[in-house]
Every structure is written in structure tokens, then in C-alpha cells.
């Protein structure tokens, strides 16, 4: 079978189940925030789809889901320079597709997958096309999204390093316009995160991975096999643990960056292994197949998060509770003929997207029990109710 036939095979089967999972999951707060309440490119993107595919969950979810598969394809394209073999770059394509990290970044409407896209996509451009294509993605990228700050403090020292003065200029003055653009957020009393960054990290990449690209990263430095996906991956990464020692960081603006050194680590890995005798493989084709497992297991546990609310003594404990319950409750009021309640301001804002405007006319209260009442509604998963709410008539006279 051609490997070209097996990759979109990949792709067709990752975004079957990103199709399926998108009925599963009702929109976050800050996801409304982005739709309703923001001016930015994702939100444009996404009000896009919505007005070609209509306001339901496949067109908030569409365009991150096709980021995420242009992004495979890119690091497919970009990974040939590195790993010669394609069967290789297959594999590298289903760990990139199967990191709980990208995962979260194809269906959740954040700037993660939009970043992921933005740097695998300057890196093909820049190995492939002239300078001159170079910045001009770069001044686009300026304008698109703050995020992106990085990007250009990691091409800055890239640019020292390499001497070259007037992509130096240019950076660090893209630099300084995005953070008089967009600020910088270094609000808050020093606090120490730095375990909860590693953490959170481990979380995002599973630890085997994290641990190796750490590994890769720091032994490329001191052989000094640097070049410009290294820059891109180490600046922000190293910058997020130090501000990670200040104060909590949003790890979704610098993971992303992390996830270039995939690349690397790929080309690292199978050189290692290649060089060794068959009989001294075996640690290598272990640490590959727990890796892969880990992976599985933990995608799964992402696809199928709705399995563990009955193991759950609170269900708002849950990692994907904020994402869920909107969209049943919505239901629930219009099967009972409710188009509009008063209910606080982050339900509201999940509400209005599935038709449930803001009013006076009832009033929605979350409660902590179900109390037998035929004004109460009670939202459960797999028999286990996660959300107990009053509904109550205001009288206007």
C-alpha cells in the first residue's frame, strides 16, 4: 500500500473520530468568550464556518479540525528532511496525531491549534521558499494573534546565533510591536509553579515523550546540532519554566512550540536506533511501544471522558466538565418550552449558542441536590447526574 494512501488513511480516521467527538461536547465559557466577546482571527475564522455550516458544534469545532490536519501535513512535509524513511515519518505523523496535547488543540476553540498550524507552516516556508515569503508570513503573523510573540523571540536569538543582522532587525522589532500590541501577562503576587508546569507539560505530551524531548533538546545543545526548529522549540520552552517559577502560566500558548522538537526527536531516535546491532534494540523498540500505549490509553481516556463521571464523588472535578452539560440543559429547557431564562453570566453566554437567550421571564438556579421538584431539571451521564438546576416562572404582573 502506497505510504501516501496510509497517511491520509491516518488523517481520515483521526478526523472521523474528531467529527464524532464534536457531538459530545457542549461549548466552554471560554469558548463564548472568544465567539461573542472577542475580536481576533480565530474568533472571524470560526464565525466563518458558523455562517456557512449554521451555529451548532461542527462549525464551532470545523476550522480547528482542519488546522489540526493541515498540521499533520505539514509535519509530514517538513519531517522529510530529517527522517529519510517514510514509514517513519507514518509513525511520527500517529504520535503527532495521537499526543493528548494536539488532541485537545483539533476540538477545543483556543489559539493552541492555531499556533501548532502557524509554526509547522513558517518552518515550511522558510526551508522551501525565500526570505523574502519569510517575512511577510511573519508580519501576518504579527497581526493575527499575540501568541505568536514567541516566534519571534525565538528567531531573534536564532538570528544571533547565525549572524544574520537584518532578520535579527526584523524580529526583534516584531518582537516589541506584538508585546505593544498585545501586552504581556505578568500579573499577580510571585508564586511558585514550576512543578505544576512540568506537570502540566507531562500531561500534554505523556511523560515518556516529555522526558525524551527534554533529553533531546538538552543533548543537541551540547553537541551543538542546533538549528532553527531546536531555537523555536528550547526559547519558549525555557522562558515558560522560568515565568513558571513567578507565577501560573498558561501552558497553551507555549506547548506548542514544544511539539516542533517531535521532529528532532525523530530524527534522533530512529538514528540511534539504526546504528545499533539488532540484538541491542530492544530497549529502544520498548521505550517506542509504551510510548505508543500511553498514548492510546490516554487518547481514549480523552474520546471517552463521559465513562468517568460514576467514578467521580464530584462530577465539576471532572477535567472536561467545563465542556460539558450546556448543550443537554439547552434541550432539556426547550423540550419544556423555555426559549430564554436568567441564569449567571457564564451559563448565559453557553446558553445563548444553543438558542437559550438571556430574559427575565424564568430564572435558573444551580443547586448543590436534586430536591423533587417539577420546576428542577437534573442533567446526568452515564446515570450519574452531574448538574441539578431549579427553573422558576417570574412573575412580571
Same mark, same amino acid.
Given at each position: 500500500?502506497?505510504?501516501?494512501?496510509?497517511?491520509?488513511?491516518?488523517?481520515?480516521?483521526?478526523?472521523?473520530? +474528531?467529527?464524532?467527538?464534536?457531538?459530545?461536547?457542549?461549548?466552554?465559557?471560554?469558548?463564548?468568550?472568544?465567539?461573542?466577546?472577542?475580536?481576533?482571527?480565530?474568533?472571524?475564522?470560526?464565525?466563518?464556518?458558523?455562517?456557512?455550516?449554521?451555529?451548532?458544534?461542527?462549525?464551532?469545532?470545523?476550522?480547528?479540525?482542519?488546522?489540526?490536519?493541515?498540521?499533520?501535513? +505539514?509535519?509530514?512535509?517538513?519531517?522529510?528532511?530529517?527522517?529519510?524513511?517514510?514509514?517513519?515519518?507514518?509513525?511520527?505523523?500517529?504520535?503527532?496525531?495521537? +499526543?493528548?496535547?494536539?488532541?485537545?488543540?483539533?476540538?477545543?476553540?483556543?489559539?493552541?491549534?492555531?499556533?501548532?498550524?502557524?509554526?509547522?507552516?513558517?518552518? /515550511?516556508?522558510?526551508?522551501?521558499?525565500?526570505?523574502?515569503?519569510?517575512?511577510?508570513?511573519?508580519?501576518?503573523?504579527?497581526?493575527?494573534?499575540?501568541?505568536?510573540?514567541?516566534?519571534?523571540?525565538?528567531?531573534?536569538? /536564532?538570528?544571533?546565533?547565525?549572524?544574520?543582522?537584518?532578520?535579527?532587525?526584523?524580529?526583534?522589532?516584531?518582537?516589541?510591536?506584538?508585546?505593544?500590541?498585545?501586552?504581556?501577562?505578568?500579573?499577580?503576587?510571585?508564586?511558585?509553579?514550576?512543578?505544576?508546569?512540568?506537570?502540566? /507539560?507531562?500531561?500534554?505530551?505523556?511523560?515518556?515523550?516529555?522526558? /525524551?524531548?527534554?533529553?533531546?533538546?538538552?543533548?543537541?545543545?551540547?553537541?551543538?546540532?542546533?538549528?532553527?526548529?531546536?531555537?523555536?522549540?528550547?526559547?519558549?520552552?525555557?522562558?515558560?519554566?522560568?515565568?513558571?517559577?513567578?507565577?501560573?502560566? $498558561?501552558?497553551?500558548?507555549?506547548?506548542?512550540?514544544?511539539?516542533?522538537?517531535?521532529?528532532?526527536?525523530?530524527?534522533?531516535?530512529?538514528?540511534?536506533?539504526?546504528?545499533?546491532?539488532?540484538?541491542?534494540?530492544?530497549?529502544?523498540?520498548?521505550?517506542?511501544?509504551?510510548?505508543?500505549?500511553?498514548?492510546?490509553?490516554?487518547?481514549?481516556?480523552?474520546?471517552?471522558?463521559?465513562?468517568?463521571?460514576?467514578?467521580?464523588?464530584?462530577?465539576?472535578?471532572?477535567?472536561?466538565?467545563?465542556?460539558?452539560?450546556?448543550?443537554?440543559?439547552?434541550?432539556?429547557?426547550?423540550?419544556?418550552?423555555? $426559549? #430564554?431564562?436568567?441564569?449567571?453570566?457564564?451559563?448565559?453566554?453557553?446558553?445563548?449558542?444553543?438558542?437559550?437567550?438571556? #430574559?427575565?421571564?424564568?430564572?435558573?438556579?444551580?443547586?448543590?441536590?436534586?430536591?423533587?421538584?417539577?420546576?428542577?431539571?437534573?442533567?446526568?451521564?452515564?446515570?450519574?447526574?452531574?448538574?441539578?438546576?431549579?427553573?422558576?416562572?417570574?412573575?412580571?404582573?
Amino acid at each position: 500500500m502506497s505510504y501516501r494512501i496510509i497517511l491520509f488513511l491516518i488523517l481520515g480516521i483521526d478526523a472521523t473520530i +474528531l467529527l464524532f467527538e464534536t457531538s459530545s461536547l457542549s461549548i466552554s465559557y471560554a469558548e463564548s468568550m472568544i465567539l461573542y466577546e472577542e475580536f481576533s482571527f480565530l474568533s472571524l475564522l470560526v464565525k466563518a464556518s458558523i455562517y456557512f455550516f449554521g451555529t451548532n458544534d461542527f462549525a464551532l469545532r470545523f476550522p480547528m479540525i482542519i488546522l489540526h490536519l493541515l498540521s499533520a501535513i +505539514l509535519l509530514y512535509k517538513i519531517s522529510k528532511e530529517y527522517v529519510q524513511k517514510e514509514k517513519n515519518r507514518l509513525w511520527l505523523v500517529l504520535i503527532f496525531v495521537l +499526543l493528548p496535547g494536539v488532541v485537545s488543540s483539533a476540538i477545543i476553540l483556543n489559539n493552541a491549534g492555531l499556533i501548532i498550524f502557524g509554526l509547522l507552516f513558517f518552518v /515550511y516556508i522558510y526551508k522551501n521558499f525565500s526570505r523574502k515569503y519569510t517575512y511577510f508570513l511573519l508580519t501576518l503573523y504579527l497581526l493575527i494573534a499575540g501568541d505568536f510573540v514567541y516566534l519571534f523571540l525565538a528567531l531573534c536569538i /536564532y538570528a544571533i546565533y547565525t549572524k544574520e543582522r537584518n532578520f535579527f532587525i526584523f524580529n526583534i522589532t516584531a518582537f516589541f510591536i506584538s508585546i505593544f500590541l498585545y501586552g504581556i501577562d505578568a500579573k499577580g503576587a510571585p508564586q511558585g509553579h514550576f512543578l505544576d508546569a512540568m506537570g502540566v /507539560y507531562s500531561a500534554i505530551f505523556t511523560p515518556i515523550i516529555f522526558i /525524551y524531548l527534554f533529553y533531546i533538546l538538552y543533548r543537541r545543545y551540547l553537541t551543538k546540532d542546533i538549528e532553527i526548529l531546536w531555537f523555536i522549540a528550547t526559547v519558549p520552552f525555557l522562558l515558560s519554566l522560568i515565568l513558571s517559577f513567578r507565577q501560573r502560566i $498558561e501552558l497553551e500558548v507555549f506547548a506548542p512550540y514544544l511539539i516542533l522538537a517531535l521532529v528532532l526527536a525523530a530524527q534522533t531516535f530512529y538514528h540511534s536506533y539504526r546504528v545499533r546491532l539488532k540484538m541491542f534494540r530492544t530497549n529502544y523498540k520498548l521505550a517506542f511501544t509504551l510510548s505508543l500505549i500511553f498514548l492510546i490509553l490516554n487518547t481514549l481516556v480523552v474520546f471517552f471522558n463521559k465513562e468517568l463521571y460514576p467514578y467521580l464523588s464530584k462530577p465539576q472535578n471532572h477535567f472536561a466538565y467545563n465542556m460539558h452539560v450546556a448543550k443537554e440543559l439547552a434541550s432539556e429547557l426547550k423540550s419544556r418550552g423555555i $426559549e #430564554c431564562v436568567d441564569t449567571d453570566y457564564k451559563m448565559s453566554s453557553r446558553l445563548r449558542f444553543y438558542g437559550v437567550t438571556n #430574559c427575565n421571564a424564568y430564572k435558573l438556579t444551580q443547586v448543590s441536590k436534586n430536591i423533587k421538584n417539577r420546576d428542577n431539571v437534573t442533567i446526568s451521564y452515564k446515570n450519574r447526574p452531574v448538574y441539578y438546576g431549579n427553573v422558576t416562572k417570574v412573575n412580571t404582573n
